[in-house]
């Protein structure tokens, strides 16, 4: 617990500057934080405490972001881009903070993720300025998963190709005369 007391005091009192909320000070808590939450038991305490202040205040963005950060290092992105799709709710940023976290786990590899935030902005439609990249956005962590995948094509149970390998038995071939 006494790793954890810098998040805690700065998630219970909030993060202000000049008496105002302010996302100003959010990277050097997550400076702070990335040396322990990768801990499981300093992960539990930081998270208990963010829900517990995420509970008594649901409006504030700078919890959210600190609480999908925190999800984002141990690779919960499905929870993280639920954050963040709060998070652009209660912005009103009309798809802008999801298109953006949708880059962001582009670049952590997180392409299937990535493609369901791009294709949820394509449904929604609320920012047409948005649509045009997020179809190719999506468009490419699709073709990304795609790669990344070791996609393996079967055929009758012979033999499979990888884009990755070379052809492989996966079964001796039976010859019926």
Same mark, same amino acid.
């Given at each position: 617990? !006494?790793? #954890?007391?810098?998040?805690?005091?700065? #998630?219970?009192?909030? !993060?202000?500057?000049?008496?105002?909320?302010?996302?100003?000070?959010?990277? @050097?808590?997550? =400076?702070?934080? =990335?040396?322990?939450?990768?801990? *499981? %038991? &300093?992960?539990?305490?930081?998270?208990?405490?963010?829900?517990?202040?995420?509970?008594?205040? *649901?409006? +504030?963005?700078?919890? +959210?972001?600190? $609480? &999908?950060?925190?999800?984002?290092?141990?690779?919960?992105? %499905? =929870?993280?881009? %639920?954050?963040?799709?709060?998070?652009?709710?209660?912005?009103?940023?009309?798809?802008?903070?999801?298109?953006?976290? &949708?880059?962001?786990?582009?670049? %952590?590899?997180?392409?299937?993720?990535?493609?369901?935030? $791009?294709?949820?902005?394509?449904?929604?439609?609320?920012?047409?300025?948005?649509? *045009?990249? &997020?179809? @190719?956005?999506?468009?490419?962590?699709?073709?990304? @998963?795609?790669?990344?995948?070791?996609?393996?094509?079967? @055929?009758?149970?012979? $033999?499979? !190709?990888?884009?990755?390998?070379?052809?492989?038995?996966?079964?001796? *071939?039976?010859?019926?005369?």
């Amino acid at each position: 617990m !006494v790793l #954890c007391s810098p998040a805690i005091s700065i #998630c219970r009192s909030g !993060v202000y500057q000049d008496g105002k909320k302010s996302d100003t000070q959010l990277p @050097f808590v997550q =400076s702070r934080l =990335s040396t322990f939450v990768h801990k *499981p %038991e &300093a992960l539990r305490a930081v998270t208990e405490v963010i829900r517990s202040e995420m509970e008594s205040s *649901p409006d +504030r963005i700078v919890l +959210r972001r600190l $609480f &999908a950060w925190i999800l984002m290092e141990n690779r919960q992105v %499905e =929870s993280a881009l %639920e954050q963040y799709r709060t998070i652009d709710r209660l912005a009103n940023a009309n798809d802008h903070e999801i298109y953006s976290f &949708a880059e962001r786990l582009i670049l %952590e590899r997180a392409y299937k993720t990535a493609a369901d935030a $791009f294709k949820e902005i394509i449904d929604r439609n609320k920012n047409p300025l948005l649509v *045009p990249a &997020a179809r @190719f956005r999506y468009a490419r962590a699709l073709e990304m @998963f795609d790669d990344q995948a070791d996609t393996v094509y079967s @055929f009758s149970g012979s $033999f499979s !190709v990888s884009r990755r390998e070379k052809i492989r038995f996966t079964s001796t *071939p039976s010859l019926r005369l």
